[in-house]
């Protein structure tokens, strides 16, 4: 349940990008985005794989640009889709639509789809549980 074991491991850490990226096959869209820390390791490859912007969505203060914040309640993160939640609001107050959100594991006792309702959700490993 935590990514340390997949990045360390060549053959999973390929894996596991890989499967990502086919959750997106078919589907049309200008940008990827991923929060800090994860999302980055994650969605740049894919980015480049697919030749699209990577966008970053970091702490506040961690941008040299000009930047837009959204605040949220952290209890367990992205497992609860707190920071999936704020991006999404962050992503349509700039005029965006998020078409499609990938999450490496989901931990299902924890609820977070529940947050997300209304948007294509998709995981590559679903846990029971918390």
Not at 16 to 33: C, P, R, S, T, Y
Not at 86 to 92: D, N, P, S, V, Y
Not at 108 to 128: E, N
């Amino acid at each position: 349940r935590d990514v340390t074991s997949v990045l360390q491991d060549a053959e999973g850490l390929h894996l596991a990008i890989d499967l990502m990226q086919e959750k997106l096959e078919g589907l049309d869209f200008d940008v990827v985005v991923g929060p800090e820390s994860r999302g980055f390791i994650f969605g740049v490859p894919i980015a480049y794989n697919l030749k699209k912007p990577f966008i970053p969505i970091r702490k506040k203060g961690k941008l040299p640009r000009e930047t837009v914040s959204a605040e949220y309640e952290l209890e367990y993160g992205i497992a609860t889709g707190g920071t999936n939640e704020a991006m999404i609001h962050l992503i349509e107050g700039l005029g965006g639509k998020v078409v499609k959100t990938v999450f490496l594991m989901e931990l299902a006792g924890l609820h977070g789809r529940d947050r997300l309702q209304g948007y294509d959700i998709d995981s590559v490993i679903v846990y029971p549980g918390k």
